[in-house]
């Protein structure tokens, strides 16, 4: 990669474009990270140093090609939601690609791996609902980083391709929300809205509950079928609200939030207000 560095630095110092030796460093960096996932199967704690570089170089070089993207594309999606569906420097590099190399209409790149795939092996992989979804035993305060790259992911896919939205995914993103105003619960937060500016209703869905209680409340309806199933009561709504998060609140809610999504910097005492925006659904 050093001498990669001089003879694209020699280029741009003479003046010449070099579309195709970026495609070719590209395609490059895809095959290296292709063949590492596969040759290292099992992910270590912390991202490899030499792998965090490639995938930084990897971003890098994305915005420099446009069109034409290499086919290599493919394999590396497919290895890196294999081998590294935890990984969240790989996570963030596919959701780079899919924000510079897809549009609403499909892939810049006709030969390219199609969102509906992507976002069907996201979404059922064997990692997916114990990543995403919250579990009663996890601390309320505490953030899932898996968590808010997942949904960051899944909000880009669907961005660039409505198509993909189904009301069914409704259980599994109040499964994982936590009503809160962390970074994580307002990012998924977006994404319901997402579903919601595809024309499906979260209302419809009446299914008001959210964590772990939603999931089960899903359970018990899928297993008692219409006839017996009846929506959760208010009483079951209003368990879910803890006092004192309730009186943090009120007393101190910022109020230059907006009734709309909206992701910014927050402070991590936010993590004990409930947002009126999902209140107001």
């Not at 069109?67 to 969240?88: A, H, I, Q």
């Not at 009301?167 to 009503?179: C, K, P, Q, S, V």
């Not at 994580?184 to 419809?204: F, G, H, P, V």
Request: charged share 20%; glycine share 4%.
């Amino acid at each position: 990669w050093a001498l990669a560095d001089c003879v694209s630095q020699a280029a741009d110092c003479a003046g010449v474009k070099g579309c195709s030796w970026q495609r070719s460093l590209l395609a490059s960096c895809m095959k290296c990270l292709t063949t590492t996932y596969g040759t290292n199967k099992e992910l270590q704690e912390a991202t490899p140093e030499a792998e965090m570089a490639l995938l930084s170089r990897l971003k890098e070089l994305m915005p420099l090609v446009k069109d034409d993207v290499p086919s290599e594309w493919n394999n590396l999606v497919k290895s890196g939601l294999k081998y590294r569906y935890k990984d969240l420097a790989f996570l963030e590099a596919l959701r780079c690609g899919i924000e510079h190399w897809y549009e609403p209409d499909g892939p810049r790149t006709k030969d390219l791996v199609q969102l509906p795939a992507i976002h069907m092996m996201v979404t059922q992989h064997s990692l997916f609902l114990p990543s995403f979804l919250r579990s009663r035993e996890e601390d309320e305060s505490s953030c899932s980083v898996i968590r808010e790259n997942l949904a960051d992911l899944l909000r880009t896919i669907v961005t660039k391709c409505p198509s993909v939205c189904d009301r069914n995914h409704f259980a599994i993103m109040l499964g994982a929300y936590g009503a809160t105003l962390s970074a994580t619960d307002q990012k998924i937060l977006t994404l319901l809205q997402a579903y919601e500016q595809n024309n499906l209703s979260l209302t419809d869905f009446r299914l008001l509950l959210w964590g772990p209680a939603a999931v089960e409340h899903h359970k018990t309806r899928k297993s008692l079928g219409k006839s017996l199933w009846q929506q959760p009561s208010m009483e079951e709504i209003l368990t879910l609200l803890d006092r004192e998060k309730m009186m943090n609140t009120i007393l101190n809610f910022p109020l230059h939030r907006k009734l709309t999504g909206e992701v910014m910097f927050l402070y991590i005492m936010y993590v004990m207000f409930y947002p009126i925006t999902f209140m107001e659904v």
